[in-house]
């Protein structure tokens, strides 16, 4: 299967990181682009690998989208759970990049 041509160069297009750049210590959100990337590309495990919290942070912006046009029982105990997790993804992710 041919991909389309702005997924393939979709990497070409990146923004660096500004923090890595002026300090050389990357942030907690550095991996996040690439794993969108791979995520587009269907590598779902490079994903993971790259930026762990991407597969916490895409549910809760669906969630939160399909939220304010629906009601929907519980709300705020799933938005509450998605947020709390995928903090504790990221910052596990920065604290083992150091280790």
Excluded: H
């Excluded at 041919?2 to 500004?18: E, G, R, T, V």
């Excluded at 996040?32 to 919290?53: C, E, H, N, V, W």
């Excluded at 759970?81 to 990049?97: D, E, P, Q, R, W």
């Amino acid at each position: 299967m041919q991909l389309p041509y702005f997924m393939i160069s979709l990497d070409d297009y990146m923004l660096p990181c500004l923090n890595k750049k002026l300090f050389g210590i990357e942030c907690p959100g550095c991996g996040a682009q690439r794993a969108i990337s791979f995520l587009l590309k269907g590598d779902f495990i490079d994903a993971f690998t790259m930026y762990p919290a991407i597969f916490t942070i895409i549910p809760l912006l669906g969630f939160l989208l399909v939220d304010s046009f629906f009601t929907i029982k519980y709300s705020n105990k799933i938005i509450i759970t998605l947020m709390v997790s995928s903090v504790i993804l990221i910052l596990g992710n920065y604290i083992l990049k150091f280790l």
